[in-house]
Each structure stands twice: as C-alpha cells, then as structure tokens.
C-alpha cells in the first residue's frame, strides 16, 4: 500500500498561515485525486478540500471558502494545502489521503492514507 506522508503542521496564532505538504511515497503513485481531511478529539474525519492530478480542478468544503487553497506540482510529485486566516476551529489533526473518484468528499472514498500533522491555532 502506498504511504502518504504529511508535514507542515505547528502551532500558529489566530489570523495565520500554515502550509501542509503531502506526498505519496512512490513516485509511480497512480491515483487520481488528493484530498485533505480534518480531525478533531472525538470527532469523525471531516472533508476540507480536495484536488485532482493532472487538471489542477478543486473543489472545498464552505468553512474553508476564501481561507484555504489546496494546489500540487506535478514534477514534485506534491499537494499542498496554503491554510490562511486560520481561526482556533481550524484546530485539527490533518490527514492527507488519496482517491480514483473526482469530487469525492467521503472517508470511505479515499483508500490512502498519511499518518497526520497537528495544526493547532491559538486565540
């Protein structure tokens, strides 16, 4: 099964930025789209957005609308995830992961998973 491996998370201030990278272990790595989720103590896994390979096509959940930017460099094999005006919600385990079906939003449609990064945001 191919690894996802994440960085970027840490602690930032309410009104900063952050930027989440994520990458597939294998170069090879065949899957159509890298999607970003967000969990919270207690909580399910919830979508924050997603981007497809090779058109560079997003699509986000509402909270994130305006703040958050997801974009990928092909030759770095790379999605990131540009977090702006991040509030003290935003606060989460973000889990990159990866899925064949376009606008998928569910858990059960993405099939690869990294092991997290903590982004916590201060008040």
């Known amino acids: 099964q191919v690894q996802l491996v994440e960085s970027g998370g840490g602690l930032v201030q309410a009104g900063g930025s952050l930027t989440l990278s994520c990458a597939p272990s294998?170069?090879?790595?065949?899957?159509?789209?890298m999607g970003w989720f967000r969990q919270t103590p207690g909580n399910q896994r919830q979508f924050v957005g997603a981007?497809?390979?090779?058109?560079?096509?997003?699509w986000d959940t509402e909270s994130v609308k305006g703040r958050f930017t997801i974009s990928r460099d092909n030759a770095k094999n790379t999605v990131y995830l540009q977090m702006n005006s991040l509030k003290p919600e935003d606060t989460g385990i973000y889990y990159c992961?990866?899925?064949?079906?376009?606008?998928?939003?569910?858990?059960?449609?993405?099939?690869?998973w990294g092991q997290g990064t903590q982004v916590v945001v201060s008040s």
């Open positions: 992961a990866a899925s064949d079906f376009f606008g998928a939003t569910a858990v059960a449609a993405f099939f690869d």
């Open positions: 294998e170069r090879t790595f065949s899957r159509h789209v």
């Open positions: 981007i497809e390979w090779k058109g560079g096509l997003t």
